[in-house]
């Protein structure tokens, strides 16, 4: 996610395009698996790992890990992916050019790109993938499960827009938290391996320094992790027992808090940070897939 080269002018679609597809390849691979599990634990908060990695294989087995997957979790892939290299791109070029350090510009261009994000295409694709994990399976006595679209249609006739960006603005605030933390601290650990290895700002680092440095923004962007549980219960479809849930943020903070203490708003945290792992692996691949479509264009 490095900003364009000086005197690059206007956007190089051949790296919006990478971003795109390698976000469906991570998705498709260990994405999901770990976006299903992260999302039955937050949901289901007194359930422990092994307990919610039962529960989702009793919906179908290893097709149960990849509930969500089409067409919500692929049309996100498809879109996110551009959006985040776009927006954040531009926001760090614009602050390194201002004279501020890589840390602090790949913290604002995370920000930024989290942010458009969330409401460019990510609040409909997520809720609709939570409700897809989250609500009931009618499996018994031969009565065939609603499709996917007919939720989606359910959900729309029943409060509309809003109904399917339901948490919209959690999502967003997970996102700004998220990339700017991970963007950020990716830039710190390779200012601190450059100084560990005696390289200058100018040097590239090795595959395998990126690798570590992308996962070290990725498992420390999980300190936000609440943000993420207080996002799932607010998309769940899942039922309170008296039928009444809390609306906006600090509502649905507040009643995970009195329900479940902190160790509730931190539910799903590890799968969260494998799925945060894979996540930075790919985007470190994809700066090589860049780099090689750049070679052959010439």
Request: proline share 4%.
């Amino acid at each position: 996610m490095a900003p364009a080269a000086p005197g690059q002018k206007g956007v190089n679609w051949s790296n919006i395009a990478v971003g795109a597809i390698m976000n469906l390849f991570e998705v498709t691979t260990l994405g999901q698996p770990f976006e299903v599990l992260k999302t039955q634990m937050a949901a289901n908060r007194t359930q422990t790992m092994p307990q919610a990695a039962k529960t989702v294989w009793s919906r179908g087995g290893v097709l149960g890990f990849y509930q969500g997957l089409i067409p919500w979790a692929w049309i996100e892939a498809s879109t996110k992916g551009a959006v985040l290299l776009f927006t954040a791109a531009e926001i760090e070029k614009v602050g390194t050019s201002s004279g501020l350090s890589p840390a602090v510009s790949g913290l604002l261009g995370g920000m930024g790109g989290g942010i458009a994000q969330a409401y460019a295409t990510m609040g409909f694709c997520t809720c609709m993938k939570t409700a897809e994990i989250t609500r009931h399976k009618e499996a018994a006595a031969g009565i065939k499960p609603p499709s996917t679209f007919k939720v989606f249609m359910d959900i729309y006739h029943r409060e509309g827009i809003a109904g399917i960006n339901k948490g919209v603005n959690a999502v967003a605030i997970r996102q700004c938290t998220n990339w700017g933390s991970r963007m950020g601290f990716a830039r710190l650990a390779e200012q601190g391996i450059r100084s560990f290895r005696g390289k200058s700002e100018s040097d590239k680092l090795g595959a395998l320094d990126k690798i570590a440095a992308s996962t070290v923004g990725g498992a420390l962007a999980t300190w936000n992790q609440p943000i993420e549980v207080v996002r799932v219960e607010m998309q769940s479809m899942a039922k309170k027992a008296d039928g009444v849930k809390p609306k906006g943020v600090i509502g649905t903070l507040g009643m995970i808090y009195n329900e479940n203490g902190i160790k509730g708003l931190y539910r799903g945290v590890t799968p969260r940070i494998a799925l945060g792992v894979w996540h930075v692996c790919m985007v470190s691949f994809a700066d090589y897939v860049r780099d090689y479509v750049k070679a052959r264009s010439g």
